[in-house]
């Protein structure tokens, strides 16, 4: 049977086997159930105004099985962040290939790519926390650059379906998810992902951008993004493959 509410009034829980499914439940003047799964793997829940809780929550388990594959597939989607030392030696990832990283003493800082190397020039080399930053604001400088570009190539390929141009493109360091898409209209893109291959920086925008048409994971959602990039289901699975 589904568990009761955990404490706060809109907050919920089923157990499905192992897995326990928290969600949060509020009402509106709708027709039906809505279940809906985020970026973050939380869920919420918005039911009719009139429908009891116990209904709800026998809703959300016998949709259990399906929630649990989404917030499993939104894990997958999340950038892995293993620690980093920010030494010579170290490998570090731009556009999907491994670089070594060069750390070099000089008094005038900068960052450049250099054959197989990227040369940290830094005036202390046991300043890990500089060296940190400096290499974050290079990555930074060259995924604005390269996003802006490939966000038109994106649009190109899917404003025939009729999908509106982003309200706002903002990039923003982020540990949880590599983009997301507000309801607003505004793309919201990890800069982190100008480690991955350009072919999974155009899925990850492709993605967003279709999101714009359809919120939701729906089958309407992957219907657009089968139809904009036939091919996405293989990047995405690249993608999942991509350390930091």
């Known amino acids: 049977m589904p568990d009761a509410a955990d404490g706060k009034q809109n907050r919920h829980a089923v157990q499905f086997g192992r897995e326990r499914i928290e969600f949060s439940l509020s009402f509106s003047p709708r027709k039906s159930i809505r279940i809906n799964v985020h970026p973050d793997r939380s869920v919420s829940v918005v039911a009719p105004v009139g429908v009891d809780v116990p209904t709800a929550l ?30 010579s030696g170290e490998s570090h990832l731009y556009l999907g290939r491994h670089y070594r990283l060069k750390v070099i003493r000089n008094e005038e800082e900068s960052v450049k790519l250099i054959g197989r190397y990227i040369n940290v020039n830094v005036p202390d080399r046991r300043d890990t926390g500089k060296i940190e930053s400096l290499l974050n604001e290079w990555y930074k400088a060259h995924a604005e650059t390269l996003f802006s570009r490939h966000l038109e190539q994106c649009y190109e390929r899917v404003k025939k379906f009729s999908v509106p141009y982003p309200r706002s493109v903002r990039l ?25 291959p350009i072919h999974c920086v155009d899925y990850v925008i492709t993605h967003e951008l279709c999101h714009l048409k359809y919120p939701s994971h729906g089958s309407e ?24």
């Open 58 to 87: 026998e809703r959300v388990k016998r949709r259990a099985a399906w929630i649990i594959r989404q917030r499993d597939y939104f894990e997958r989607f999340q950038p892995m962040q293993p620690p980093r030392r920010y030494v």
């Open 172 to 196: 923003r360091q982020l540990k949880k998810r590599w983009g997301s898409c507000s309801k607003a209209g505004a793309v919201l893109l990890n800069t982190e992902l100008v480690k991955a």
């Open 221 to 244: 959602f992957y219907r657009l993004l089968s139809a904009c990039m036939p091919d996405w289901e293989r990047r995405k699975e690249r993608l999942e493959k991509v350390t930091q």
